[in-house]
């Protein structure tokens, strides 16, 4: 079974402090993780994923095997960071089409 | 906009009403899902297509849920006899046929069952 774990519901930091959103997985083959946001009146849409290591917006996020863990960082937060974030994961190729499992979604808000 | 697209965005039902929704895919995407998400949730898979052909259903979609594809292109995902549980965001996705690529997801269409 798959299962995504996002124990922050609200994360609330200011300007220029760093942001850390954590996200713990459950999963026993070889997953790829996804962050997603959602700004204010926007769809969800991709952030970054494990596979293409890339840094989006000042994000970064490392895949943790031992840990089972694929936290989302940035240094420097900006307010325009302010939306809902969630972590998702995708099995392994096959009938399921690699749906999406999703974590419950932490709340930034980045304050002045 | 070229992104996927969903029709109504909002709509509000009675109890024991029947419901459609449609969703248009990206032009070239293979693969389409049906996502619902309640309050404080993240999404839930409900069900997936690859062309016209619906690969895998969720427990969650029950007997009053059906979705269809018909040519591999929109599809439409009906609720019968709703229920006030059926309230939530129904959020549909695509993706190419690629191994495991990134899905995009439309705005959604919001249900309210009275």
Redesign the interface.
């Known amino acids: 079974a798959q299962r995504v774990t996002q124990p922050e519901k609200l994360l609330s930091v200011f300007k220029g402090a760093p942001v850390e959103l954590k996200c713990n997985y459950s999963y026993s083959g070889s997953p790829e993780l996804f962050w997603y946001v959602q700004y204010s009146r926007q769809r969800l849409q991709l952030l970054l994923r494990h596979i293409s290591r890339e840094s989006i917006k000042g994000f970064t996020a490392d895949l943790n095997k031992g840990e089972t863990s694929f936290h989302l960082k940035k240094p420097f937060a900006q307010e325009e960071d302010s939306a809902m974030y969630y972590c998702a994961l995708s099995g392994a190729s096959g009938a399921a089409g690699n749906k999406l499992t999703f974590g419950g979604g932490t709340r930034v808000l980045v304050k002045p | 906009d070229t ?2 697209s969903q029709d109504p965005r909002h709509k509000i039902t009675k109890r024991g009403q029947n419901v459609t929704f449609r969703c248009d895919p990206i032009s070239e995407h293979n ?1 389409l ?1 049906w ?1 619902r998400q309640t309050l ?6 409900l069900t ?1 297509f ?1 062309n016209e052909a619906q ?2 259903k969720s427990r969650l979609l029950s007997d009053r849920f059906s979705a269809e594809r018909p040519k591999g292109s929109f599809s439409t995902l009906e609720i019968q006899r709703t229920e006030q549980g059926d309230s939530a965001m129904y ?1 549909c ?1 695509s ?1 190419p046929r690629l ?10 269409t919001r249900l309210l069952v009275l």
């Open positions: 992104g996927v693969r899902y996502y404080g949730q993240g999404p839930e898979f997936y690859q690969l895998e959020l996705a993706s191994g495991r690529e990134t899905q995009y997801f439309g705005p959604g």
